[in-house]
């Protein structure tokens, strides 16, 4: 209980920050999508319980500044996403920084097209449409190679400071 | 063998449960999540507004004297034209109140205007919304029209304790009827083209066929007034491209969008003082 609350803190602090890079980059009209960064590091390297529970946690966040009816789509993928990645984990180098790297970066282009799937048919021209997503989807991308290392960086600091840092690795 | 199977699905049959949960949880609870987590996030949200706003506090206080009396003077100068504008607006006021009563016609639906700063805008290419510093502390209700200097922005689609969401007209959510100004037949409006470093724009579809509009003859498409949302006369944006439909009974064709719909930083919800 007390590992998922540390990590849904951390999610916050991601939530702000990107909330207000998106809101800085409104006049590019480019936006940055981040979900893995709210599955990876605790789907590799975390307890599955708490990783799951925070993944979910991660994903009502993004839910709540939603349009209303989507609300459980956020979480539902982002919990998909953390089964995934919890399955594949003893097959992936986790301690590697790149690998973790990598993996955020597949898991967010996977989260980022099946979001966009879900979305689409909502457009007045879906064809239209598909450029803006990839241009969106690269930048996210970039941010995501760049801002992964650091985010993952944070929350095992903050499991250390709170003294949850020798379950980590159970 | 067959245990060590049974282990390795267990994250996928927790997966399975929660959906199950999910999908059983009464609307009721969800709201409650929903607006729970929202308000959870509303004070970084605000903070973060109120941080900015002290910034551009800052940056003006760097402005010279100088600058400062040239600004006033070019705003005192607008004040004069624009007292002139709200005699006229007075007289006309007066004219439409004498027709309505002369002809038994049901008066316009009265708003308050209500300005309220930008706190974040949220600018995808699944949705275009923004956040705004006014909400049930101000009366906002649901479904109000909100506007700017350059026309419709939106309308409110949440209201929060502090705060309400605004749906933008660039959201392909977002769906109105609009008219051609100069003309009085009712055309469709959706929002949600939205390309990058570019307008946002919409479509419009049923525009009749004598209807001509392009890029060098652009035609202003304004707010119809008819379901009782918006009042009429509000531009929506530019129609400058239209062609048949396949049905060949009308055309479609796209509409830009104000620029600034990107960069509000204040916005004006006009809430109705008679709601029906």
Known sequence: ?170 | MPFKRLDQSRPFVTLGLALAVWLLIPIGVKTFIRASFFELTAPITMTASYARDLQEYWGLRLHSNRELIEAGRDLARLNASYELSVQQNSELQAEIARLESLLRLPSFTEYRYEHARVARRDFSGWWQRIVIRKGRNFGIPVGAPVIFTGGVVGRVSEVHGLTAVVELISSPEVRLAGVVEGDSRPISFQGGINPTFGPPSGVVEFVPLDIVANRNFPKRLVTSGLGGVFPPGLTLGVITRLELSPDALFQAGEVKLDERLGSLTEVTVLVPLNPE
Do not use: K
Request: charged share 10%.
């Open chain 1, 1 to 170: 209980m007390r590992r998922t609350l540390v990590l849904a803190v951390t999610q916050f602090v991601l939530w702000a920050i990107v909330a207000e890079v998106n809101h800085l980059l409104t006049d590019f009209h480019v936006f940055l999508f981040v979900g893995a960064l709210y599955v990876v590091f605790a789907a590799l390297l975390q307890p599955f319980r708490s990783g799951f529970a925070s993944a979910i946690i991660g994903g009502l966040i993004c839910d709540a500044h939603a349009p209303a009816e989507l609300f459980g789509l956020h979480a539902f993928l982002f919990a998909a996403a953390h089964v995934s990645v919890f399955h594949l984990r003893d097959r992936i180098p986790r301690d590697d920084g790149t690998a973790r790297v990598v993996v955020a970066l597949l898991t967010n282009l996977a989260l980022f097209l099946v979001f966009s799937f879900t979305q689409i048919h909502h457009s007045p021209a879906p064809g239209a449409a598909w450029p803006r997503l990839f241009a969106d989807l690269v930048c996210s991308q970039v941010f995501v190679a760049v801002v992964a290392s650091w985010f993952s960086a944070l929350q095992s600091r903050v499991l250390f400071l709170t003294g949850l840092d020798r379950e980590a690795f159970a």
